[in-house]
């Protein structure tokens, strides 16, 4: 059974800092696109970043200005999403998703609050 299971969420202060946790198990994503995805309150899922599990290579959504680096370590089966300079317009569920070759974002985390107060 695939899970993907988010941590790392929580309140922080406008400028501050989070890092999301991702840990995946239950099948071999070495041929897989892995991403982090958020949904905001009353608003719809957007992108937020990419990065593939095979040669690192990253994709980031124009919106964030540099402000958020998403990573992976293959020998933890783990993603990681940096947020840095964090804004109250971060505020969202953030969901870990992975994509196997030729499948679509067909796994999903749970989902991690995080709350940026102005």
């Known amino acids: 059974q695939v899970q993907l299971v988010e941590s790392g969420g929580g309140l922080v202060q406008a400028g501050g800092s989070l890092r999301l946790t991702c840990v995946a198990s239950g099948r071999t994503f070495s041929s897989s696109i892995m991403g982090w995805f958020r949904q905001a309150p009353g608003k719809e899922r957007e992108f937020v970043a990419t990065i593939s599990w095979s040669d690192g290579s990253t994709y980031y959504s124009n919106s964030l200005e540099g402000r958020f680096t998403i990573s992976r370590d293959n020998a933890k089966n783990t993603l990681y999403l940096q947020m840095n300079n964090l804004k109250p317009e971060d505020t969202a569920v953030y969901y870990c998703?992975?994509?196997?070759?030729?499948?679509?974002?067909?796994?999903w985390g749970q989902g991690t609050q995080v709350t940026v107060s102005s």
């Open positions: 998703a992975a994509h196997p070759a030729g499948a679509g974002w067909i796994y």
